[in-house]
């Protein structure tokens, strides 16, 4: 059974420290905005949600993809964009439900949350211990991706 990275968003406090570090171990340059994990803030309500790929069983973004330039990494379980392949067409970002592929300023190119190899730098770093990488079973699954879905919908009515 593959690990993934899970939330607790009652213990985020936003702090951002997972995107920054995020970002610096895939670009090199300290800014949140890079980072392939993201803080949702709901500043009102005082509540705040780290957001990161979910690694789809079905993966659409791979799928999507003309230059098959997503696959995935049979040892982590994660879909890797190898950046050489990627056209930068952004249809893995159009097809992503949960919005969870970025395209890089710099490069034109998409990237996403590629699971460090394995050994999670934001997970490591997280101060309150809100990302966590761990095994799962199908029901935690189930329910993972059950409320990524009603996350992603609540999303969409704040959009319209």
Known sequence: MPKVITVNPQKCVACRTCENICSLV????CNPRNGR???ETFDEEGFYC???CFQCGEAWCAQSCPAAAIQRNETTGALIVDE???VGCRMCTMVCPFAQIFVSNETGK???CDLCGGDPTCVKTC???????EKVDSSQLDRRRSMAKRVMVAAQT???
């Open 26 to 29: 895939k670009t090199g340059v």
């Open 158 to 160: 704040e959009t319209d």
């Open 127 to 133: 101060p309150t211990q809100a990302i966590k990488y």
């Open 50 to 52: 780290p957001t990161v």
């Open 84 to 86: 050489d392949k990627c």
């Open 37 to 39: 994990i993201q803080i």
């Open 110 to 112: 998409s990237n996403k």
